[in-house]
């Protein structure tokens, strides 16, 4: 007969039990109310802040009503009248600033308490944005424009002086 090794005998005794029934399984049974996540529609708070505002999202509407000046603006400065750089500059400034300004209703509209410390405090408003990149997202795309705006009417207004002596 072969040395038994140790944990032999434990097969031939069995493990202690009160019946021979099987043990109970667990099932998952979900909480009364709720529903799976297909069967439920979006939430109200993963839209962009200004769209539950407002109840449309403002930014396409915004770009493509920046990109349309610039171009038109752009062209009249180029092929018309030197004075449309101007009006260029200019709405690529109000462009800018208004960017600013949505980037604070934003924050505003997120939480009121968050937004008067990060308008009282630059370096609080750098910190609440950078924990909170989708607020700055189109703003910031719409203030690019406007550099680029403000830049071409100085590019044009500099080629203006250049073909002018």
């Known amino acids: 007969m072969p040395p038994r090794k140790r944990g032999d005998r434990v097969e031939e005794i069995g493990t202690y039990g009160l019946s021979d029934e099987s043990k109970p399984k667990r099932r998952y049974r979900a ?10 529609g979006p939430d109200e708070f993963d ?29 009249a400065a180029s092929r018309v009248h030197p004075a449309f750089a101007g009006l260029l500059f200019l709405f690529g400034m109000a462009v800018m600033v208004l960017a600013q300004v949505w980037l604070y209703v934003s924050i505003f509209l997120d939480d009121l308490q ?16 950078y924990t909170n990149i989708d607020l700055v997202v189109r703003p910031l795309i719409l203030t690019v424009i406007g550099l680029l705006m403000i830049i071409t009417s100085g590019a044009i207004m500099a080629n203006h002086a250049i073909n002018a002596e």
């Open 31 to 40: 909480m009364p109310g709720v529903k799976a996540s297909s069967e439920r």
């Open 114 to 129: 968050e937004g008067i410390l990060a308008f009282v405090f630059g370096m609080y408003r750098v910190m609440y944005l």
């Open 47 to 75: 839209q962009p802040v200004l769209k539950r505002f407002l109840g449309q999202d403002p930014f396409p509407w915004a770009l493509a009503i920046c990109v349309l000046m610039w171009i038109a603006l752009g062209l």
